[in-house]
Nanobody, 123 residues
Framework: QVQLVESGGGLVQPGGSLRLSCAAS????????IGWFRQAPGKEREGVLC????????YYADSAKGRFTISRDNAKNTVYLQMNSLKPEDTAVYYC????????????????WGQGTQVTVSS
């Protein structure tokens, strides 16, 4: 069964950093475009950024530019989301999702989803 598992969420102070991981089982991530989405309480799920199968990054959230980066470790079959200079408005459940290339912005464009990991930015 295809499965994505996110990890690395938690509570962090404003200005801090977190690295989220998205690990896959039963399929090889490097053939897919991998997106990160987030959903804050009472808000719609929004696309944050995506990495293509050729490692090109596309940002969907302007607020992520300059602070968030996405990368792959194909040997570990894992995609990472490095988040720096975190702000309270980054608080959300973060999801990774996989799709056949290329990257897309809509959540319904993605076929496989993880269960999400909570990120809370608060002092």
């Amino acid at each position: 069964q295809v499965q994505l598992v996110e990890s690395g969420g938690g509570l962090v102070q404003p200005g801090g950093s977190l690295r989220l991981s998205c690990a896959a089982s039963e399929f090889t991530l490097d053939y897919y475009a991998i997106g990160w989405f987030r959903q804050a309480p009472g808000k719609e799920r929004e696309g944050v950024l995506c990495i293509s199968s050729s490692d090109r990054t596309t940002y969907y959230a302007d607020s992520a530019k300059g602070r968030f980066t996405i990368s792959r470790d194909n040997a570990k079959n894992t995609v990472y989301l490095q988040m720096n200079s975190l702000k309270p408005e980054d608080t959300a459940v973060y999801y990774c999702a996989a799709t056949a290339p290329p990257c897309g912005i809509g959540w319904n464009y993605y076929s496989y989803w993880g269960q999400g990991t909570q990120v809370t930015v608060s002092s």
